[in-house]
């Protein structure tokens, strides 16, 4: 008997996901993805447990673990005065709170760990260099159009997923043409080897197996291991420009500096000898625009980019992935499927929005956060997340994958 076809656009963390968790349910997939070449691009990002359970029953987590590092704990540091504010145990202890590994770990990395366990998985298929041009109802299933070196062929599915991105082409298909708008934050990137001049700098202020994040009014920076440990990936953000509607762009390091203007000497060091750096302009897409219709859905930063402020932009990606092909197996309507999403991704998203208001705190709001982070434990703050870490999908412990 065939089995109930599902065709997936992009082949980034969502659309893989999807597919790993759609074929655990039963479905024929077929990723189509516009780059002709899978290529290592990004930088680094943060899988907290409520990520890595999922990737753990979908098998993925095996092939994560070598490249991947279990950070101790989350440090705040001010980043003028270097003193730690606050902070939140992880390693072993994020393993016996949430059941499941906080790991940090190169996009790249996440992504090869991905498609090798794809490329074991038949009912999957990948084509590279191929886009999803239309989507149509016909009769009870989808009519697909797609596009490879500008010959345009056509396809059948019972459902299509959109998992092309912050910029995705197919958002249209499900509803008006919404697009990502600048969130008025840049992220300033760079990987920095533990063995260089900039690793060693970074020793001398920070630890080298933590999450630390560096406090400042308007700016603040996060640093923590990946590649098993052997760079850093440094990450700052500032408010700024949009330089295009693009992932990146050249940067100078004096830009970044002047931004960063009362911080510790060490910090700017830091900057000066990390080399080149890129600047990522932060784009949004409204979370509160359709995701669906009876027979298409956008999932991760196609249906709700957010800034990365509370780190969970791959996390929610994962779940979203997990949780349509959970919906799809029971038969349930997109609709409650999405309603659902839309609740967990607000939450998220105004936690982001949170922190980013405490992290770029000056004068009074600054020494009230910093009041309020003295007074909490860090067995506290990480009681805090429970409801993000913590978080199971529907069913989980009925799971059969």
Excluded at 153 to 159: D, F, K, R, V, Y
Aim: with cysteine.
């Amino acid at each position: 008997m065939q089995s109930r076809q599902v065709v997936v656009a992009g082949a980034g963390v969502a659309g893989l996901t999807a597919a790993l968790a759609l074929a655990a349910r039963g479905f024929g997939v077929r990723i189509y993805e516009r780059s002709p070449v899978l290529q290592e691009v990004g930088a680094g990002l943060q899988l907290s447990p409520n990520a890595t359970r999922i990737l753990d029953g979908l098998g993925v987590l095996d092939h994560v673990m070598p490249m991947a590092v279990r950070p101790e704990a989350v440090v705040l540091r001010d980043a003028a005065t270097l003193i730690e504010r606050a902070r939140v145990p992880l390693g072993n202890h994020a393993e016996r709170r949430w059941n499941a590994p906080y790991l940090v770990v190169h996009r790249a990395d996440l992504q090869k760990a991905l498609l090798t366990r794809v490329a074991q998985v038949p009912e999957i298929t990948l084509a590279t260099g191929t886009a999803v041009t239309s989507a149509a109802p016909r009769a009870g299933t989808l009519a697909i159009s797609i596009e490879k070196d500008g010959t345009g062929s056509e396809t059948e599915a019972e459902l299509f997923v959109a998992a092309d991105g912050v910029w995705s082409s197919n958002r249209r298909l499900v509803g008006p043409g919404e697009r990502s708008r600048f969130s008025g934050e840049l992220a300033w990137r760079t990987t920095i080897a533990l063995d260089s001049e900039a690793g060693q700098q970074f020793e001398a202020i920070a630890s080298t197996d933590c999450v630390t994040t560096f406090l400042h009014s308007g700016f603040h920076m996060v640093a923590y291991p990946v590649r098993a440990g052997s760079a850093i990936n440094l990450v700052a953000f500032t408010p700024g420009k949009a330089i295009a509607e693009q992932w990146s762009g050249e940067a100078d390091p004096d830009d970044l500096k002047r931004a960063m203007r009362g911080t510790a000497p060490a910090l700017l060091r830091l900057v000066d000898v990390a080399g080149t750096w890129t600047i990522w302009p932060l784009h949004t897409v409204d979370a509160s625009k359709p995701w669906t219709t009876e027979r298409m859905a956008l999932i991760g930063d196609a249906a709700h980019a957010m800034t990365p402020f509370a780190a969970q932009g791959a996390a929610m990606a994962i779940e979203d992935a997990y949780t349509l092909a959970a919906a799809l197996a029971s038969a349930a309507p997109l609709g409650e499927w999405e309603a659902a999403r839309k609740q967990r991704v607000s939450k998220v998203a105004r936690r982001g929005a949170l922190n980013h208001l405490a992290w770029h705190a000056a004068g009074p709001v600054a020494l009230a956060r910093n009041l309020f982070l003295k007074t909490r434990s860090p067995q506290g703050l990480a009681a805090d997340m429970d409801w993000l870490y913590g978080w199971t999908p529907p069913g989980w412990s009925d799971a059969e994958l």
